[in-house]
């Protein structure tokens, strides 16, 4: 039987105009929450048919595109290359603008460990380990994400049942325990580069992503 979280409701919703560093625009509708579990500010970006004012009324007959995006500060606004987090959300962003649907955006920096741990992991992988040893090193589990919220806010928009944009399977697996019916897994591009090819490498072979990586080499 899938798990059914507490309710959370939807707090405030506001349209913003969004605009990223290659010229791209769009108009999302963001919505804030109350009742979140774990009571940090996780916010929703409604786009495409859903950057309108939230209506539960209206009957939407194909399911939403939603990509349940963790929180990058390194590469969503200052654009490190260590990752491929930003261009992950760039690319998020206008397919779901073109499809319809939400990015939903968590805040798990480093796969929840924090952004001064993930800082902390980057020395580590400095040294020679990967993504996920850097975490284990630090006494953390390789990836402490939790995405209840992300059920949550799902079921504050009216949605319980979502096509995902994610190359992450346990994204899928906790959604659909939490009662999330996942109608498709879309992947996402692949944004490799000399600089993250490592990081690339352990999450498709240790964090089991799907992730075809034709230049990355044993």
Known sequence: MPETPPAATVRTQVT??????????????????????????????????????????????????????SECLTGDVFGSRRCDCGPQLREAVERIADAGGYLLYLRQEGRGIGLYAKLDAYALQDAGLDTYEANLALGHRPDERDYTV????LAALGVDRAALLSNNPDKAAQLARLGVTVTARVPTGVHLSPANAGYLAAKAGRGGHALDLPLVRD
């Open 150 to 153: 992300a059920a949550q806010m």
């Open 16 to 69: 913003v105009p969004l605009r990223f560093s290659d010229g791209y625009l769009a108009t999302a509708r963001v919505f804030s929450f109350d009742g979140l579990v774990d009571g940090r500010e996780h916010l929703a970006f409604g786009l495409g048919d859903r950057a309108g004012p939230l209506d539960g009324r209206v009957a939407r007959p194909v399911p939403p595109l939603v990509r349940p995006h």
